[in-house]
């Protein structure tokens, strides 16, 4: 699960595994050693032990730390049990590629056929528990079954890693350091808690846990005991502790049930783009007004007010998302993953999928393209406020500027043709 937008790039790479292979991640899952398999050179030999050296001075002054925290030897001795420095956890943590799959191509994958049968097959099984959860915490079923297809293959690939080992090496490692010495603690308060034994705690390289991928802190804030086995178990093969902790999740964060997380539009030929974006808001019948509808011609329902999102600028569909969109943003703060979660949910439910047609004609940015097509505007007076390759409001605002100024479609979209025209 990923709360916060600082650790995309870490909690993403067990959601991106898990869209890999579909039904067959069973054996894809095999293949991940949560111990790093050492080659026989000498200089990978020294390197983990002198890491090793050091780990273990590091575990011995965190031991210190977590006592004053209530930890007690007990747990410490259990926990610490046979782990070393992983260097199978550093090496995922140094090499995250950049992800840069078009929002269709990921969506193709995170919403495709089979996604969707498993994931009815998945709410047929489960049906009465997800009743159960939805009648407790007023949201929707199918939008937590969409969370548990897109974090774990519906439970198929929840992540073999061993946890407290994963968190002592991040946290000794030093980037990031705090947050994950947090985590480590927060996995010691699980353990002595009673909820699971040491061994048992697994979970992906960064310490998501369980079939909706909660990290620990997050487990010991929102993770229930639906089951009344007197335990939160998001690990075992039953998943009801970890959907109705994901629906708990939400519901604290104020989902909205029976309104929308977003619904597709048409937007008018006139239509400002300086308008669209998270940072403008109207009610439906305001956007009516300026001519923003329904697919279906009407005005849209009045579910609060909304903002107007084009992910793939003025060639791809556009939606108007509402408060529950927001909702899922604090689950996962990628808009790629809302809309995948959203449009999950909705085709488990029996909708149809998006009319618009996406520009698969067109690519991502790579990071230097970003950064190029930041400095090329600078350049031509449409100042960025920095290279950083990070496609933000200043970014933004300079490429519509620059649009405007060439009589293109001032959409804001950063896109391979307008880094071609500025070439």
Do not use: C
Request: proline fraction near 4%.
């Amino acid at each position: 699960m990923r709360f916060f937008k600082q650790l995309l790039p870490v909690v993403f790479s067990l959601t991106a595994t898990a869209l890999v292979a579909e039904s067959a991640l069973v054996s894809q899952a095999a293949n991940v050693s949560p111990r790093p398999v050492l080659r026989p050179e000498v200089s990978n030999v020294t390197s983990v032990s002198v890491s090793n050296l050091g780990f273990e001075r590091w575990l011995n002054g965190f031991r210190s730390r977590a006592r004053a925290q209530g930890i007690s030897e007990q747990t410490l001795n259990a926990a610490f049990s046979g782990i070393q420095y992983n260097t199978n956890v550093i090496s995922r943590d140094r090499n995250q590629s950049e992800f840069t799959k078009a929002l269709w191509e990921y969506l193709d994958s995170a919403v495709s056929n089979t996604r969707i049968d498993n994931g009815r097959a998945a709410y047929r099984k489960y049906q009465q528990t997800l009743a159960a959860i939805e009648r407790k915490y007023d949201v929707e079923a199918e939008v937590v079954v969409a969370i548990w297809g897109l974090e774990s293959a519906y439970g198929t690939y929840r992540g073999n890693t061993d946890v407290i080992e994963a968190l002592a090496t991040l946290a000794y490692d030093g980037r990031r350091g705090n947050f994950f010495e947090e985590q480590l603690t927060a996995s010691l308060k699980i353990l002595q808690a009673g909820d699971v034994s040491p061994r048992n705690m697994t979970g992906s390289w960064a310490g998501a846990m369980g079939h909706t991928q909660f990290i620990p802190t997050s487990y010991l804030a929102y993770a229930v005991d639906f089951s009344g086995d007197g335990k939160r178990d998001i690990w075992s093969n039953d998943p009801t502790d970890a959907l109705a902790s994901t629906a708990a999740y939400l519901s604290r964060f104020g989902w909205k049930k029976g309104q929308p997380w977003g619904v597709e539009v048409r937007l008018p030929g006139s239509f400002n783009y300086g308008l669209a974006g998270h940072g403008t808001a109207k009610t439906p019948r305001q956007w009516a007004a300026l001519g923003v509808r329904g697919m279906d011609g009407q005005p849209v329902p009045n579910h609060g007010r909304a903002s107007i999102l084009l992910p793939a600028g003025s060639q791809g569909p556009a939606f108007m998302i509402f408060k529950n969109f927001n909702v899922i943003e604090r689950y996962n703060a990628a808009d790629s993953y809302v809309i995948a979660v959203g449009h999950l949910s909705d085709r488990i439910k029996g909708k149809p999928d998006f009319i618009a047609s996406w520009p698969r004609g067109d690519r991502t940015l790579r990071l230097s393209e970003r950064k190029e097509l930041q400095q090329r505007l600078s350049a031509a007076g449409y100042s960025t406020g920095g290279v950083d390759g990070l496609i933000g409001p200043n970014t933004i605002d300079a490429i519509r500027n620059y649009q405007k100024s060439a009589g293109l479609v001032p959409d804001g979209y950063a896109s391979v043709e307008l880094l071609k025209t500025l070439r």
